[in-house]
Structure formats: structure tokens, C-alpha cells
Nanobody, 114 residues
Framework: QVQLVESGGGLVQPGGSLRLSCTASLRTFSFTNLAWYRQTPGKLRERVATIRSSGSTDYADSVKGRFAISRDNSKNTVFLQINSLKPEDTAVYYC????????WGQGTQVTVSS
């Protein structure tokens, strides 16, 4: 069974930065379109960034210009660089395929507060 392990979250002040990591035990990692999602209590999970096997990326309008997704296929790892953090970015962040087809990991909590 594929495991997704997210890390890198924490408590950060507004305007700060974090780099999230997600490692996937996925044999076809390099051929798989991947994404970062986030969820706050009472809300649906939102996809915020996508990176395809080609390396092309897409972002939700709410994070465009502040978030950057990247991948290291040699380490089966996808990253999310988050800059200029805002309180509304507070959420649990998850990685998964572009379609959310894998069993979700535990996520990593990002809290933006002064």
C-alpha cells in the first residue's frame, strides 16, 4: 500500500515562509501528477498546487505567486515552498496525486499567527 508522509509544517508569523515535504512510496512516482492540498475544519479539502510528470505546474488563485511546488523524482519527494504566509493559510496540508487517488496521509499542520 502506498504511503504518503508529509512534514515541514509548524507555527509561523504572518509574512513568514515554510517548506513542506512529502515522500511517497510510489513505484510510478516519476510518472505521476502530484498535488498539494489543504483543509481547515468544516471545509472541503482544497487543491492548492499541482505538478505534473512533465514538470509543469498549476496553482489555485489564492496562492498564486506565493506558493511553489517542486519535485525530486530521485527521492520520491514533492515539495511546497510557502512564502508570504497569511493567517488564512492556516490548515493541514496534504499531498496526493492530482486526482487524490491515494490513501491520504496524516498531513502536516501549518499555523500562521502572530
Amino acid at each position: 500500500q502506498v504511503q504518503l508522509v508529509e512534514s515541514g509544517g509548524g507555527l509561523v508569523q504572518p509574512g513568514g515562509s515554510l517548506r513542506l515535504s512529502c515522500t511517497a512510496s510510489l513505484r510510478t512516482f516519476s510518472f505521476t501528477n502530484l498535488a498539494w492540498y489543504r483543509q481547515t475544519p468544516g471545509k472541503l479539502r482544497e487543491r492548492v498546487a499541482t505538478i505534473r510528470s512533465s514538470g509543469s505546474t498549476d496553482y489555485a488563485d489564492s496562492v498564486k505567486g506565493r506558493f511553489a511546488i517542486s519535485r525530486d523524482n530521485s527521492k520520491n519527494t514533492v515539495f511546497l515552498q510557502i512564502n508570504s504566509l497569511k493567517p488564512e493559510d492556516t490548515a493541514v496540508y496534504y499531498c496526493n496525486t492530482e486526482l487524490g487517488s491515494l490513501q491520504w496521509g496524516q498531513g502536516t499542520q501549518v499555523t500562521v499567527s502572530s
